[in-house]
């Protein structure tokens, strides 16, 4: 086969890719059976507020357990598929009755209320207190439990893993959960076992103490294993659950609402017609000052969209009305590199080389500018991303996606279209559709 009949053919199926994606993004929108996922903003969702118990933090480390605490819910709802929760802390007045730490967690397109608390209730909270007698009671009760104990000297936000482990021999093994803290929760376990030796140490979760072991020996591996007479079945769940994120302070559910988009339809209804005019008004400007070009440009950013789409399907991207503003804004960068290899071609035709010539040079001396303008792009996609909150994280991943999906469609679909054109520009009629602006060149 001819090298531009290959090029031709290779066109077309790029063309039929491009319209089989556009089919699957819009049957899935249709049918409801994939459809797009939109954030608290947008869709509504369910808000969470949880009363937190500092009462065994010193008041120098509440700030520090609090973001913990923070880190770890927004954790845990990711681990189960919510994306950009808002999860955020605050301290109510003194001058509203009293003054206490809450936080504050919204689930977008969640609107199940006990599905939402479960996500956050299910959380253990793991604590290791030291007994301040000799000797253990029989029993604990819900009343004496914190007077026989010390405050918590370990919490949930030592910890680095959990595993489920046997014990025993082959024929009689006991399940058991390991733990494993972090470098700072080994250091300070090191020294608790060092300087207790002989004392029992009480591991909690949820408030009651599931196992009270003697220290017999130092432990400076940062290594503690809790053996509470569990089933296989509940020490798997148990250390699940501590990998999920234990909390390092306990929480009491105080408030539970379902709300619905502070935006809503309008937005969303708002930010298509932006989309719509903005993609429409690139599109004119291609065609009328590239000409040709531009034609297989706006084909090109067709192809781009759709590719997008279906990105935001499949990841998936949750749309909040800063990702939608971030999807604007890609595409009109995304015609950025068409600009700047069109006029490079341009000045090839003028320099007499042939069409095929011009379109191989232009490409190849436009890279070098589209590659440094796409790098420092993603490097402020990254820094958004890495430093944001939930929604500007939205944003950044947006507009990160945008930046390398416009490369593919402007320097390999573009390219593509315009070898697969097989014209002589340099004469009559189809030098004037190679022209820009009110010239013919």
Same mark, same amino acid.
């Given at each position: ?14 063309? @039929?890719?491009?319209a089989?994606?556009?089919? &699957? ?17 947008l869709?509504?969702?369910?808000? @969470? ?5 500092l009462?065994?933090? =010193?008041? #120098?480390?509440?700030?520090? #357990?609090?973001?913990a605490l923070r880190?770890?819910i927004?954790r845990?709802v ?5 994306s950009?929760p808002?999860?955020?802390t605050? =301290? ?8 206490e730490?809450? !936080? ?7 609107? +199940? ?20 007698s000799?000797?253990?009671?029989? $029993? ?11 405050p ?5 936000k030592? !910890? ?6 046997? =014990?025993g ?5 006991e ?5 494993? &803290? ?5 250091k ?9 030796v002989?004392r ?7 408030? =009651? ?9 130092? /432990? ?6 809790? %053996?509470?007479? &569990? ?6 769940e148990?250390?699940r ?5 234990a909390?390092?302070?306990p ?9 619905s ?6 937005a ?8 719509l005019?903005?993609? *429409? ?5 291609m ?6 070009? *531009? ?12 590719v ?6 499949f /990841? ?9 503003? $971030? &999807? ?17 071609i341009?000045e090839?035709?003028?320099g ?7 379109? #191989? ?7 070098? %500018?589209?590659r ?8 402020t996609?990254?820094? @958004?991303?890495?430093?944001?909150t ?6 950044a ?20 279209? !315009?070898?697969?054109?097989?014209? +002589? ?17």
């Amino acid at each position: 086969m001819p090298a531009m009949a290959q090029k031709r053919v290779f066109a077309i199926i790029v063309l @039929l890719i491009g319209a089989a994606i556009g089919y &699957f993004v819009y049957h899935s929108e249709v049918t409801a059976s994939w459809p797009f996922k939109l954030g608290l903003d947008l869709s509504g969702g369910t808000q @969470l507020v949880y009363r937190a118990d500092l009462n065994a933090i =010193q008041s #120098s480390d509440v700030a520090e #357990s609090m973001s913990a605490l923070r880190d770890t819910i927004e954790r845990r709802v990711n681990m189960f598929g919510v994306s950009e929760p808002l999860v955020q802390t605050e =301290q109510t007045s003194a001058l509203s009755g009293t003054s206490e730490q809450r !936080l504050i967690v919204e689930l977008p397109g969640v609107t +199940d209320t006990q599905k939402a608390i479960a996500l956050i209730g299910e959380t253990p909270v793991l604590e290791f207190r030291l007994l301040k007698s000799a000797n253990p009671p029989a $029993a604990f009760s819900t009343t004496t439990v914190n007077q026989d104990f010390e405050p918590a000297a370990i919490t949930g936000k030592d !910890l680095a893993s959990s595993e489920l482990q046997f =014990q025993g021999s082959v024929a009689i093994s006991e399940p058991v959960v390991v733990l494993h &803290f972090t470098s700072q929760g080994a250091k300070i376990f090191a020294d608790l076992t060092k300087n207790n030796v002989g004392r029992y140490f009480g591991i909690f979760l949820d408030g =009651q103490p599931i196992s009270i072991p003697v220290i017999r020996e130092s /432990i400076p591996d940062g290594t503690a294993v809790i %053996s509470g007479g &569990f089933t296989a079945t509940g020490a798997k769940e148990l250390a699940r659950n501590l990998n999920y994120g234990a909390l390092p302070v306990p929480i009491e559910l105080i408030s539970t609402q379902t709300v619905s988009g502070t935006l809503g339809d309008k937005a969303v209804r708002d930010g298509i017609m932006a989309g719509l005019w903005g993609i *429409g008004a690139v599109a004119l400007f291609m065609l009328l000052w590239y000409r040709l070009p *531009g034609l297989l440009a706006t084909i090109a950013l067709t192809l781009y969209i759709v590719v997008m789409l279906a990105l935001f399907k499949f /990841i998936p991207v949750t749309l909040t009305a800063a990702g939608i503003a $971030a &999807f604007i804004l890609s595409v009109g960068m995304a015609v950025d590199a068409n600009v700047l290899i069109f006029e490079r071609i341009k000045e090839e035709l003028r320099g007499g080389k042939s069409t095929a010539e011009s379109i #191989s040079d232009g490409f190849a001396r436009a890279w070098p %500018s589209i590659r440094d303008s796409n790098i420092s792009s993603m490097i402020t996609a990254v820094i @958004l991303f890495w430093l944001g909150t939930s929604l500007i994280k939205g944003f950044a991943l947006v507009f990160g996606l945008g930046v390398l999906v416009s490369m593919l469609t402007a320097i390999t679909v573009s390219r593509t279209f !315009l070898f697969a054109l097989g014209v +002589d520009a340099k004469y009559g009629f189809t030098r004037l559709l190679f022209g820009s602006g009110i010239s013919r060149t």
